[in-house]
């Protein structure tokens, strides 16, 4: 369900029944001449967009403002926002606070932005982990008081932990595509991978006719396909049913 659209009622329901709620995540950037600039977001909506059709799920309004950096192109006459992470990280801080109050404890951000290289971290992914992180403290320190961890009542935190009752699992940030999904369909910018994506998930955001191939990021583009866009999307959405505890 849509949060925006939903009543306090459902979201009381979503809370009790701990549906997970997810945030896309992604910039607006140049994605060549073939593919609209929201390609990032877009794929992420996308996919939450299906698995909302078979599962319990909030759909949280995306987030399109990421640190997109303008490596690609300039700016000008094409279309890219980039946005300061110190800024992603101080707006991600104040709506994780905002949630956590609300109740949720299920709390799942997709990413899909230079995330070849998420276990090191870049800007937008790292001003969301971050924001988590200190939301979580924050919010653990105001309702257990200073001290809570090593307190004796916490002397079974770690069993507890390993059981699954971590509290820094209330908000978890992920890549859109797994390691997994990745050595199978390489991550690149607007070439086979991406274009192909976007026809599986968002095919009016693609127009094949206006492929350039003057970068030589986008000359791949020519190979992308819809078998090669069936696989990819299957994979990736079982890896987010996966992550979201659904198989």
Known sequence: MRYELMFPHQIRRALDENWPAVLPVGVLEYHSEHCVVGVDTLLVVRAVEALEQEMDLVVLPPYYYGAASYVVEPPERRGSVQVDSDVIHLWAREVFRSFLRIGFRNLHVFIHHQSEN?????????????????????????ERGEGWWGDNESADYYAEHAEGANPFNWIRVHPFMDAETQARFPIDHAGKQETSLMLGFCPEGVDLDRIDAEKWYAREAREANQQYAREAREMILASMRRRLGKD
């Open 118 to 142: 998420f276990a090191a971290g870049m800007p937008t992914d790292l001003a969301f982990r971050l924001a988590a992180r200190q939301a979580i403290f924050e919010y653990l320190d105001g």
